[in-house]
């Protein structure tokens, strides 16, 4: 409601053809941004500096992890979604057009090195960030295989494949949880390694953590639970 005193605005109408609206390099941000925040509230750029990331190695770890959740693709992939899709580069500031697939293979190397301090603080963080108490452990593995002979991956040995693929190179990953759902840790081994075998580095790297935390009762595979792993 305008008082009296002031003068009435004139209308300004327009017409629009909406046929005639074009897009051009048009950008997502919801996902990025949804992600970007919880990577924040995380603190898990101010790590990645403590590590020894410099300040164009923390965009590009940025983009490396976002990608993994946003678009969960090789490194070419993400990339090319990073290039022509994502508008990432805008919520952080950084120009992401200029850099190559080559950096982004690079900081990859990078965030593998650094893994046991990555997955230690980010389970650090969520414990406290969510009251988090270790009653209960979920340890499991699985495998998966390469197309092609994976000469130059020393891990790559063939074994059982779960996906029906022994005639493929395997590896291993095995994933530690806590009981909503968080990974405690992780490992990639051989792709002919007995499961069983892994469960006792398991429990000795687990032991290595806070003292204080309560001993968890164990869910795990009935592959794993053989009668030694049981005692």
Not at 34 to 54: H, I
Request: glycine content about 4%; charged content about 30%; hydrophobic content about 35%.
């Amino acid at each position: 409601r305008q008082r009296d005193h002031q003068p009435k605005e004139e209308s300004d109408i327009r017409e629009v053809d909406v046929n005639s609206i074009e897009m051009s390099r048009h950008r997502s941000v919801g996902c990025e941004h949804l992600t970007l925040e919880a990577l924040r509230s995380l603190k898990l750029d101010k790590k990645l500096a403590e590590l020894g990331f410099s300040a164009p190695q923390v965009a590009l770890a940025i983009v490396s992890i976002i990608g993994s959740a946003c678009f969960p693709a090789s490194e070419l992939a993400t990339f090319e979604w990073l290039q022509e899709r994502s508008g990432l580069g805008e919520l952080i500031d950084f120009d992401y057009e200029n850099t190559s697939l080559y950096k982004l293979y690079k900081i990859s190397d990078k965030l593998i090195q650094k893994k046991k301090e990555i997955e230690e603080h980010l389970y650090e963080q969520e414990r406290s960030l969510f009251s988090l108490h270790e009653t209960i452990t979920l340890y499991d593995l699985t495998n998966t295989y390469f197309e092609g002979r994976a000469l130059s991956n020393p891990l790559a040995k063939e074994g059982h494949s779960k996906e029906k693929r022994s005639d493929c190179p395997l590896v291993t990953l095995e994933l530690v949880l806590d009981s909503i759902g968080f990974p405690k840790r992780s490992q990639i081994y051989e792709g002919s390694i007995s499961e069983p075998k892994t469960f006792s580095e398991m429990i000795m790297t687990m032991q290595k953590g806070d003292a204080n935390i309560i001993k968890p009762s164990i869910i795990m595979d009935a592959g794993i639970a053989t009668e030694e792993n049981i005692k």
